[in-house]
């Protein structure tokens, strides 16, 4: 079991930065996939980014590429969202997700089902 629990949401002006973070409780963090999705006022809940168990591989989606980036701190138990040059588009709740799969591969990542755990989300408003 691995409760996940986000941080670091709030309000920023459009070409702003904010960090988030996802602390995870449970003992074989370091043997999770871990992945961030973000759902906007209604609309579906959809994949940003995807990190596997060692950091060393990373996949986002296309519209985050260049602006995101997603790290992890084994140690700490806790997966990163760094978000730079935020648009208003970016607006929404950012879920954590973790995965028993320890990587996933391009295609896998981005499939809601990989993942077994979901934190409650962090709310992200960007003001144009």
């Known amino acids: 079991q691995v409760q996940l629990v986000e941080s670091g949401g709030g309000l920023v002006q459009a070409g702003g930065s904010l960090r988030l973070s996802c602390a995870a409780a449970?003992?074989?963090?370091?043997?999770?996939?871990m992945g961030w999705f973000r759902q906007a006022s209604g609309k579906e809940r959809e994949f940003i980014a995807a990190?596997?168990?060692?950091?060393?591989?990373?996949f986002y989606v296309d519209s985050v590429k260049g602006r995101f980036t997603i790290s992890r701190d084994n140690a700490k138990n806790t997966v990163y969202l760094r978000m730079n040059s935020l648009k208003f588009e970016d607006t929404g709740v950012y879920y954590c997700?973790?995965?028993?799969?320890?990587?996933?591969?391009?295609?896998?990542?981005?499939?809601?089902?990989?993942?077994?755990?979901w934190g409650q989300g962090t709310q992200v408003t960007v003001a144009s």
């Open positions: 990190i596997n168990w060692s950091g060393a591989g990373t």
């Open positions: 449970g003992r074989t963090f370091s043997m999770y996939g």
């Open positions: 997700a973790a995965s028993r799969a320890p990587g996933c591969s391009a295609h896998e990542c981005p499939d809601q089902r990989m993942y077994d755990y």
